[in-house]
């Protein structure tokens, strides 16, 4: 999935959201990606909507380590 973030370094535009180096979810549909650019090297960070087929890889990994996305929405005891 490419997206439109651009590079500061070089300008090019076009990132696979699949290739991060991290990802700080925002909620369940964004997260904060950062990535390295492919032509210059520079590391890019972006907000962007998550891909859906990575949504359910999140959404797991969430419930493992008890983060936000992956609680109920029952009150905490």
Not at 7 to 28: A, Q, T, W
Not at 66 to 74: L, Q, V
Request: aromatic share 6%; proline share 4%; hydrophobic share 35%.
């Amino acid at each position: 999935m490419a997206n439109r973030i651009t590079c500061p370094n070089c300008g090019r535009i076009k990132f696979d959201l699949h290739d991060y180096e991290s990802m700080i979810v925002i909620d369940d549909r964004h997260a904060l990606f950062s990535l390295r650019c492919p032509t210059c090297g520079q590391t890019v960070s972006s907000v962007q909507a998550i891909p859906l087929d990575l949504r359910e890889e999140v959404r797991f990994a969430a419930i493992e380590v008890g983060a936000g996305m992956g609680r109920s929405n029952r009150s905490e005891e």
